[in-house]
């Protein structure tokens, strides 16, 4: 790393450590996504060229969305590989939990093994109270709740006036199944995700935070899922999504909701606004977001040559 990026990325992280309304007098800088839950994507060397051009850039910070793709391997050897590739970043590292890392694995008898590997995933990746890469930010996570200490995947961290968090809502109906009984797993990720919603809105509130910005694998604000002929599909996101818009609805910044579900194949990303509430999805690539508070909406798509959206 040369003097003037480390002297950047030393900057970066004290923008982060003094975070707050104190620092918010001026606001100019940039994040990256990066989508590795996408079906297209082509295994380590896709997320190695991701992390080598986010390496390059000016970003104060790098959010993953899923360490794998839904026809990889669910393998402790997978996964360890693939969070030293993430330590190995130079910008600090934070994980959004995606579907494709837990939810289709099966074990050798092919059979459904997403409980037993999501606890793997937590175990592995979710551990510390730094980000991952070699810029270590500070987080908070849920599972210092008692209530909810499962739900260390669940994450906040602030630079500048901005909060920022992930939270585990995994694409493909956000798991919930079609099978009768209790939908356990389905039915407990959602009160400790209201919980966490509720607890960033007080918090960002009590703080003045100009905005939020989450991180999540699906789009709650998607299309519902198909109806069968045979039955209705329960639409899983639908709790999730009227809580998003009451809770934005009563806060007075901007929330940002950053998924990895690409709004139209194929085409640029841009930011849709509902009011204050704004939805971009990550699509294949990785995606750079602009954070300026001389933009009218604060927060901008930003392509390869640098140009806003």
Excluded at 93 to 122: K, P
Excluded at 134 to 146: D, G, H, I, V
Aim: charged share 20%; proline share 5%; glycine share 8%.
């Amino acid at each position: 790393m040369t003097p003037r990026r480390f002297l950047l990325r030393t900057l970066l992280a004290a923008l982060v450590l003094t975070a707050g309304p104190a620092s918010a007098a001026s606001q100019d800088f940039s994040f990256g996504v990066i989508n590795h839950a996408a079906a297209g994507a082509r295994g380590a060397d896709t997320l190695r060229q991701a992390i080598a051009e986010t390496d390059a850039d000016n970003l104060a910070f790098v959010v993953v969305n899923g360490i794998k793709s839904p026809s990889e391997s669910c393998d402790d050897s997978l996964y360890n590989a693939r969070h030293e590739m993430l330590s190995q970043a130079q910008n600090g590292v934070f994980m959004s939990l995606a579907g494709s890392d837990w939810i289709t694995c099966r074990d050798r008898e092919n059979r459904s093994d997403a409980i037993e590997r999501l606890a793997r995933m937590r175990e592995i990746f979710y551990s510390g109270e730094f980000s991952l890469g070699a810029t270590r930010l500070p987080m908070l996570r849920q599972s210092l709740t008692p209530k909810f200490r499962s739900y260390a995947e669940n994450t906040r961290w602030e630079v500048g006036n901005v909060l920022f968090a992930t939270v585990n809502l995994p694409a493909g109906n956000n798991h919930f199944l079609l099978d009768g009984g209790r939908n356990n797993e389905f039915e407990d990720r959602l009160i400790a995700n209201r919980n966490w919603l509720q607890h960033l809105f007080a918090f960002a509130a009590l703080k003045k935070s100009a905005a939020i910005v989450f991180f999540s694998d699906g789009n709650p604000f998607g299309p519902p899922p198909k109806r069968s002929f045979f039955r209705t599909q329960r639409d899983g996101f639908a709790e999730t999504r009227r809580l998003f818009s009451e809770l934005a609805g009563k806060f007075p910044g901007r929330v940002l909701l950053v998924h990895a579900q690409a709004l139209k194949p194929r085409t640029p990303a841009h930011i849709l606004w509902t009011g204050n509430l704004g939805n971009v999805g990550v699509g294949e690539r990785w995606l750079k977001i602009v954070v300026d508070d001389h933009l009218p909406q604060l927060f901008a798509v930003a392509d390869a040559d640098g140009e806003r959206r």
